[in-house]
């Protein structure tokens, strides 16, 4: 029974993982040669300050994944629409 608590509690921060791990899976900003254009450098830079904001957050969990969600569909919109419209203080 012990065992479940831990896993329990572990649980949420896992779900936070989530958005990040579908961010790092997006970022295919490459050049022919292989490497980042500015673009892509940019965007990273943006997706990850957009997402260590959504970490940082109080919310539930279910807000936190329905923001991450809008910040991997909507690779530049995204992160720009969260800065604008998520409400933070």
Do not use: E
Not at 64 to 76: D, E, R
Request: with cysteine; aromatic share 14%.
């Amino acid at each position: 029974m012990n065992t479940l608590r831990h896993f329990a509690a572990r649980l949420p921060f896992a779900a936070l993982l989530f958005p990040l791990m579908l961010l790092v899976s997006s970022c295919s900003r490459y050049n022919d040669n292989g490497s980042l254009s500015i673009a892509g450098v940019l965007y990273l830079i943006l997706a990850i300050a957009a997402v260590i904001s959504l970490l940082k957050q109080d919310w539930d969990v279910t807000k936190k994944i329905i923001w991450g969600v809008v910040i991997w569909f909507f690779p530049i919109g995204g992160s720009i629409i969260y800065f604008l419209f998520s409400g933070r203080k």
